[in-house]
């Protein structure tokens, strides 16, 4: 693809785009959103406020379990910003935006070409996340993948040589910051990907004679640690799925072996189609699962076919960064199946809010393609059919996130109109049914509580004149 010629047209590029894709994105957020509080903003303010200073909220036995950052978030939005949702809002699209500065920096290092690169941005700040960027109370999920894309990269620069003054103290460090601060559960995909690079990188040394094997372990035990203690506070946490059925994974397994396959095989779909604009095509009757299941199969080649790359082309010697993204992305598909399946529901994984997590292996694919384009020329006729194929499924990612971009996009106003509706009823809700709290505020509605619970939460806002009642 093509180049940008001089310094400063590059700079241009890797650094400017992911502003531009920060700026589209909080265009979205404005056009698609109020500033209200509902869905989980309800449990949040019934637990946390008014007193976020209280440090009994805070020292809690599952703490780790809670995304520690976010107390300080909630602090600072009480103190100055009267507890608004959009200010959570911006947080995640900037957090969205340091991502986008990691990948900028990446590719610029190992001079990936600025068409693929800005391929990259499209995909990455696209709105199939469209649930995650207008839902505030998930903020910290997008520093927390920029952490780790970070980390990443760090991890990389240290492994081939071209490591920075501090990088090594900040691979023992970092660990423990990202899984006990910022991370949450999306702290074990992570943790698994870097004992795997850890694993390779000794492999590594060993073939080459080098002395670096001591780091490589102090890292892995560095990132053990902090993944332990998060475990160790998880088990103090009490689990509360709405919906959930009570189903053991070993029964579903022997009663209902193929719901695995159709729920990864549809969770993958999600990421060539937005899965909600998937679900409307299904009810509508204009596809058939079947259609599902063969995107989802497209995708899956992709990622074996990039993993094929890594290895036939020996990309893992002068990086690792892109077999890291893809091992990301296969472990969150896995893990979102695990923790999800007890909705039984194969449809549960294609939801908006899980796009965050599997988007990158979608950026490793995209990126082993990039840095291995140019050994695919020639005409052999395996490469030809390589090219062929990167080329198509570069095309479907493009149409199909393309599509899902303009879907969502025509859908801001119907959204910004239910966050209005929601916002009327909350200056009234003195006035209303714990019926009609229930059915609008998004919270838990097969609970008996849900309206009580909403009316809980306005009533600790108003008495204080936050969001909608500061207004």
């Known amino acids: 693809m093509d180049k940008v010629d001089g310094q400063g047209g590059k700079r241009l590029v890797y650094y400017g785009v992911p502003l531009l894709g920060v700026f589209l994105c909080l265009w979205y957020v404005k056009e698609a959103t ?3 509080v509902y869905t989980d903003y309800i449990r949040l303010v019934n637990t946390y406020l008014p007193d976020v200073w209280n440090p009994e909220k805070f020292f809690v036995p599952d703490v780790l379990t809670r995304i520690p950052i976010n107390y300080f978030s909630r602090i600072i939005n009480v103190t100055f910003f009267g507890y608004s949702t959009t200010f959570d809002m911006v947080l995640g699209i900037l957090g969205l935006g340091l991502s986008g500065l990691v990948l900028g920096m990446y590719c610029r290092e190992q001079k990936v070409g600025a068409g693929w690169f800005v391929f990259l941005m499209f995909l990455l700040f696209g709105l199939n996340k469209w649930e995650m960027m207008t839902n505030g109370t998930g903020w910290a999920h997008f520093l927390a993948f920029a952490g780790f894309y970070g980390y990443y990269r760090m991890f990389d620069r240290v492994l081939y040589g071209q490591g920075r003054r501090y990088d090594q103290r900040l691979l023992l460090v970092m660990p423990a910051v990202i899984t006990l601060g910022v991370a949450g559960p999306y702290c074990a995909v992570y943790s698994v990907v870097v004992f795997l690079s850890c694993g390779v990188a000794w492999l590594m040394g060993r073939q080459q004679k080098r002395k670096d094997g001591r780091l490589w372990l102090l890292v892995f035990a560095c990132t053990m640690i902090p993944l332990l203690l998060y475990m160790w506070s998880n088990s103090y946490a009490v689990e509360d799925h709405a919906g959930a059925v009570d189903v053991g994974l070993t029964e579903l397994l022997i009663t209902a072996p193929g719901f695995f396959v159709r729920f990864v095989l549809k969770s993958l779909a999600s990421m060539l189609v937005g899965g909600e604009t998937i679900t409307g ?47 990301s992305g296969a472990g969150n598909h896995g893990i979102v199946l695990i923790s999800r399946f007890i909705f039984v529901n194969e449809n549960y994984g294609m939801s908006s809010r899980y796009a ?3 988007q990158a292996g979608i950026l490793g694919i995209v990126l082993t393609l990039a840095m291995t384009w140019k050994a695919l020329r020639g005409k052999d006729r395996q490469k030809a059919f390589s090219r062929a194929a990167a080329i198509v499924f570069c095309g479907l990612l493009l149409i199909g996130h393309g599509y899902t971009d303009y879907a969502e996009a025509k859908k801001a106003p119907d959204r910004e109109a239910y966050g209005r509706r929601i916002e009327a009823i909350a200056v009234q809700f003195e006035d209303v049914e714990d019926d009609v709290l229930r059915e609008n505020f998004d919270y838990r509605k097969g609970r008996p509580d849900s309206g009580a619970k909403v009316r809980s939460a306005l009533t600790i806002l108003k008495e204080h004149g936050w969001n909608v009642f500061g207004k």
Do not use: H
């Open 281 to 327: 095509w299904i009810e509508s009757g204009r596809i058939q699962d079947s259609a599902v299941y063969a995107m989802g199969l497209i995708v899956a080649a992709g990622y074996l076919a990039a993993f094929w790359l890594n290895i036939r082309f020996e990309l893992y010697k002068r990086t690792l960064f892109p077999l890291m993204l893809l091992f």
């Open 356 to 358: 965050l997590q599997y």
């Open 34 to 36: 109020c500033d209200i």
